[in-house]
């Protein structure tokens, strides 16, 4: 069981974190890059599901309650995640560590080209640069990333345990014994 956790694990990190190294190496040029990224999350969390009905089926006879399913999801979900956000640190650190400050400028521009108040550009500027100081902490920064990753690991944890699921049956006992 826990083969297969670290397998699907791993192989749910790779995903994310290489379609975050391509995005990035692309910064700003693909339309919808956010909804790719969270696709991108919920097909490698998709391995969640074939983890659980693997330890079901082949390892548990058929059984596994909810609390077993949704502690193999949340395992998977953290092996990924952590993947995601140790790749995201060291990118940051080391090669886009000016992410931020394009990102902004992308952003600031898009709001006066719709036509924003000058004031509402200077909000945006002086939160942008209270955000960009605060994000070169590593420790605000990885929290940060746990957050853009962690709740779509969550919920497909959730809804494999709730999918999943499956109780002995009297038949089953009966078989057992």
């Not at 097909?43 to 949704?70: C, E, Q």
Request: with cysteine.
């Amino acid at each position: 069981m826990k083969r297969n956790i670290i397998i699907c694990g791993l192989i749910a990190g790779l995903i994310v974190t290489i379609l975050m190294m391509g995005e990035m190496a692309n910064l700003f040029k693909i339309e919808g890059s956010l909804l790719l990224g969270y696709t991108t999350m919920l097909v490698a969390f998709s391995l969640i599901f074939v983890a659980v009905k693997n330890t079901r089926d082949k390892y548990n006879d058929g059984v596994i309650t909810f609390g077993s399913a949704f502690k193999i999801g949340l395992m998977i979900t953290l092996i990924a995640s952590t993947m995601y956000v140790i790749v995201w640190l060291f990118d940051y650190y080391y090669f886009v560590n000016d992410y931020l400050e394009k990102y902004y400028a992308h952003q600031i521009a898009a709001m006066k080209a719709k036509g924003a108040t000058q004031a509402q550009v200077a909000k945006a500027v002086a939160d942008a640069s209270a955000f960009t100081k605060l994000y070169k902490n590593p420790f605000i920064n990885a929290a940060y990333t746990y957050r853009e990753i962690l709740p779509m690991g969550l919920v497909v944890s959730l809804a494999a345990a709730l999918i999943l699921k499956r109780k002995a049956t009297s038949e089953d006992i009966v078989m057992t014994s």
